[in-house]
């Protein structure tokens, strides 16, 4: 089954051209079932590299997927049209009423900031608490999934004295997670961060369990089961040239940054880098809508209201 996205957003032609399926919602409305609701609560500058990068993952699997472009009510993008934003974004106090199935809240640049100096910090803490009684499964990116971390368990994200920058190996922790289904021992994942979040204070909060990880740059996926959310600090949705969109800005800007490791052939930036990642991105996100679909209710406005593992 394809994802339900207008015909007229970026994405459409993009993922079209790709192979994956696209529907439009005329077509997605002559069918009788119910798709699963998705919501992207987008918070990047770059908004449709963005929307691109995580309708390309969720749009891979057999269920039907209908997407929801939101952004902070009250935070203006100077990144992305006007147009783009009026067109086919709806702000959180629009939807707020509504339930979904599955949530995703990207990263933003903005690492630097104490959380509570965010501009949007407080409608993005009731987004969280929002999540609770809204969304049957919230799935937290990098600065996203810091913030839902912090808010919802006290663990801190820490400065780094450089940038965590390239291409990382990490253990597969937990093999037997559903979301883990099909994973390799290892995998190689992007990172690109200037934060960190600690093993030892993950270990320190119960109930929370580290599914993925790496040596050299730390926890990086965590399954946190009370709040029924998943945060993942790296960038499995990254494009083949997103770290060298990344690492050319800065070259030519005069900003003091390292060839992202392990991604060039020989760390050698004039090379043309490879993906090595696709293959577990596209997994591990098939496996969260998967696992959306065997335990969300049916009838969506269950959603906050049965609590009980559907699968049992």
């Given at each position: ?200 204070e993950v270990d320190g909060c119960p109930g929370l369990s ?100 559907l699968r049992a």
């Open positions: 089954m394809p994802i339900k996205i207008p015909s007229d957003l970026p994405a459409y032609d993009v993922l079209t051209n790709e192979g994956v399926m696209v529907m439009s919602p005329d077509q997605a409305a002559r069918q009788d079932i119910r798709p699963l609701r998705i919501g992207l609560l987008n918070l990047m500058p770059k908004k449709i590299q963005t929307e691109n990068q995580f309708a390309r993952l969720i749009g891979a699997t057999p269920l039907q997927i209908d997407l929801t472009l939101i952004r902070m009510t009250e935070h203006q993008t100077r990144n992305t049209a006007a147009e783009h934003m009026e067109e086919f974004y709806r702000s959180f106090q629009e939807v707020k009423d509504q339930k979904f199935d599955g949530l995703l809240i990207t990263g933003a640049p903005i690492e630097h900031l104490p959380f509570e100096d965010v501009t949007y910090w407080q409608e993005l803490c009731e987004v969280f608490d929002w999540t609770q009684t809204n969304v049957h499964s919230t799935f937290g990116v990098c600065w996203g999934g810091m913030a839902m971390i912090n808010y919802f368990n006290g663990v801190r994200k820490h400065m780094l004295d450089h940038k965590a920058f390239g291409c990382f190996r990490h253990q597969n922790i937990t093999p037997t997670s559903p979301y883990l289904r099909g994973f390799s021992d290892d995998c190689v994942i992007p990172v690109s961060r200037w934060t960190e979040i600690r093993q030892d580290t599914l993925l990880g790496s040596s050299e740059s730390g926890p990086c996926l965590i399954e946190d089961p009370a709040h029924r959310a998943l945060y993942i600090f790296n960038h499995f949705e990254y494009d083949s040239d997103t770290l060298k969109q990344e690492y050319d800005r800065d070259v030519a800007a005069g900003t003091e940054i390292n060839v992202p490791q392990n991604y060039y052939p020989d760390d050698d930036p004039s090379r043309e880098p490879q993906n090595r990642w696709r293959s577990h991105a596209h997994l591990l996100y098939g496996n969260w809508i998967n696992e959306i679909y065997e335990t969300t209710p049916y009838e969506i406005e269950r959603i906050g209201v049965d609590k009980t593992d």
